[in-house]
């Protein structure tokens, strides 16, 4: 075979080709993890400004 019909087979031919629908879940997967990530992400903001505030709301011990 010679490499322009390899070519013009290698287009024609459909295994191993990502269809459409795989395409489609992978961009929903990816969205929807980029999603979970912000939302932890503001979670953990929140939780370390609360601890924040409660340390600097305790008395402090400055003497033994």
Same mark, same amino acid.
Do not use: C, N, P
């Given at each position: 075979?010679?490499?322009?019909?390899?070519?013009? /087979?290698? *287009?024609? /031919?459909?295994? $191993?080709?990502?269809?459409?629908?795989?395409?489609?879940?992978?961009?929903? $997967?990816? *969205?929807?993890?980029?999603?979970?990530?912000?939302?932890? =992400?503001? $979670?953990? =903001?929140?939780?370390?400004? /609360?601890? $924040?505030?409660?340390?600097?709301?305790?008395?402090? *011990?400055?003497?033994?």
């Amino acid at each position: 075979m010679r490499l322009r019909e390899q070519i013009a /087979d290698f *287009i024609v /031919d459909e295994t $191993g080709i990502i269809d459409s629908d795989m395409f489609v879940l992978v961009a929903a $997967g990816a *969205i929807l993890s980029v999603a979970v990530f912000a939302f932890v =992400k503001s $979670g953990v =903001k929140q939780l370390d400004q /609360d601890r $924040g505030y409660q340390l600097e709301a305790q008395q402090k *011990i400055t003497t033994f």
